[in-house]
């Protein structure tokens, strides 16, 4: 088993910055692939970017890319996600999930475990 454990979330004005990260623990070995997607009230859960866990594979969402980069500290086990120039619609919950297929997915089902969750909210 993996654990993921989200932190970083908060409230941050339109063209501002936040940073979350992602804390993998247990069977980090098995990783390959970590992703982080948001969903928004009343919205589907959409796919935000998806690394290679010890690769240099990346995908980004078009909404996003440009904007939001993607760092990982193997040696501390965890993913950062740093987002830039923040915009009202940025405002969801945002997950970090593993997978451990070895072929780096971007949909939910793809991924074997999940955060909890941590909330970004942007006001405009």
């Known amino acids: 088993q993996v654990q993921l454990v989200e932190s970083g979330g908060g409230l941050v004005q339109a063209g501002g910055s936040l940073r979350l990260s992602c804390a993998a623990s247990?069977?980090?070995?098995?990783?390959?692939?970590m992703g982080w997607f948001r969903q928004a009230p009343g919205k589907e859960r959409e796919f935000v970017v998806a690394?290679?866990?010890?690769?240099?594979?990346?995908v980004f969402a078009d909404s996003v890319k440009g904007r939001f980069t993607i760092s990982r500290d193997n040696a501390k086990n965890t993913v950062y996600l740093e987002m830039n120039s923040l915009q009202p619609e940025d405002t969801a919950v945002y997950y970090c999930?593993?997978?451990?297929?070895?072929?780096?997915?971007?949909?939910?089902?793809?991924?074997?475990?999940w955060g909890h969750g941590t909330q970004v909210t942007v006001s405009s």
């Open positions: 247990g069977r980090t070995l098995s990783i390959y692939g």
């Open positions: 690394t290679t866990w010890r690769g240099s594979n990346t």
């Open positions: 999930a593993a997978h451990t297929p070895k072929r780096l997915g971007i949909t939910p089902q793809h991924y074997d475990y």
